[in-house]
């Protein structure tokens, strides 16, 4: 009996029935549109205050009360903090300590907020501010202690970049992958060569063309840099690890995840609980805070940011050099075999 009588035949499956397989990818598209909504609309919708570190200048006793009063009017909007003095409260406002903070005299009710920070957040402030001194009959002072360029008052330069970080994070993945295919070395100097290209041009668009920010070209064009080799060099490991089906995950991820859960045009703390602090460790939201941060703050409050970037890459470039590794040991094994099977017979 032959090997071929052995096999026993394959019944013929019957595909299901075309308004099945209609039914079935209409649910299925639909199902990704929900998610879809939820991902970019859901996040924004819930948005608002957050325990948002409020800077009070009196006693303690007066920041407690203040505390018990905005707990009622707006609950576990604000983590009010006694500041001694005037001065002590514009220090940590312009240093990121504090989100802003109100300084309460016999005649008004001064709201120290830093607009650079989130226009959302320092009007959210300047708002209960005005509510705390309705409520006493007091007047109402604004100090805006790092204010927005005049030329971009809504701050719409940096809160628009989420889309073109996520773009020029995957595109150089594509274009170098195609450029050098067999080359590990080759990509990873592309990518670096783009990253720094990148961020070069991202800053100049945004002091010299939108006027967004002033003075602090190579800051913000490090910050780019590094926020696109911290999307592109993950991208370029997982797809050489793991192949496209890597890089597309990843690229999906980055694209549905990371650009809607960034908050970078309002900043994380101004995302819902968990939501904020989850987008900040992915390249896109913290790519958000270090720009803000090197744009407006002097670097102030993007430590994290910045560490949290520089770990993508090194993860990256480890995925991109394990990869290659991996590929040269492949081909040598296979060079080896094809030596051995057209070695030439020894005869007697």
């Known amino acids: 009996m032959t090997s071929q009588e052995n096999v026993a035949p394959r ?3 019957t595909p299901p029935p075309a308004w099945v397989r209609l039914t079935g990818l209409t649910v299925a598209l639909g199902a990704v549109l929900v998610v879809l909504l939820a991902l970019f609309i859901l996040p924004s919708l819930k948005s608002g205050p957050h325990d948002l570190a409020l800077g009070v200048v009196g006693t303690t006793e007066n920041a407690a009360a203040l505390q018990q009063q905005l707990d009622t009017a707006s609950p576990d909007a604000f983590d009010v903090v006694a500041v001694a003095t005037l ?7 312009s240093e990121r300590d504090l989100a802003g903070g109100l300084a309460v005299t016999d005649t008004e009710v ?8 989130g226009t959302a957040i320092s009007g959210t402030v300047t708002s209960t501010a005005t509510q705390v001194a309705r409520a006493a009959g007091l007047d109402v002072v604004v100090d805006d202690v790092v204010p927005l360029p005049a030329e971009d008052p809504s701050g719409i330069g940096i809160g628009g970049l989420a889309f073109p970080l996520v773009f020029g ?5 594509v274009a170098f992958r195609t450029v050098f295919p067999r080359s590990a070395a080759g990509r990873i100097a592309g990518i670096t060569a783009f990253s720094l290209v990148g961020g070069l041009i991202v800053s100049a668009v945004l002091q010299f063309w939108f006027g967004s920010t002033d003075g602090v070209f190579l800051q913000v064009a490090g910050a780019m840099a590094l926020g696109i080799a911290a999307l592109a060099f993950p991208l370029a490991g997982l797809q050489e690890v793991l192949g496209g089906k890597g890089f597309t995950i990843g690229a999906a991820s980055m694209m549905f995840l990371g650009n809607p859960l960034a908050g970078i045009a309002t900043t994380g703390a101004w995302l819902p609980a968990g939501i904020g602090t989850f987008g900040q460790i992915l390249p896109p939201g913290a790519t958000g805070s270090l720009v803000r941060s090197a744009a407006y703050f002097d670097f102030a409050g993007g430590a994290v940011a910045g560490l949290t970037l520089a770990c993508w890459v090194i993860i990256g470039a480890g995925l991109l050099a394990v990869g290659a590794v991996r590929g040269t040991t492949t081909t040598d094994a296979g060079a080896d075999t094809d030596a051995d099977t057209n070695a030439a017979p020894i005869t007697a």
Request: glycine residues 8%; charged residues 15%.
């Open 11 to 13: 019944a013929d499956r």
């Open 169 to 173: 994070g995957i595109v150089p993945v």
């Open 87 to 93: 001065d002590e409260l514009h220090t940590q406002v």
């Open 110 to 117: 001064t709201s120290v907020v830093a607009s650079a920070g």
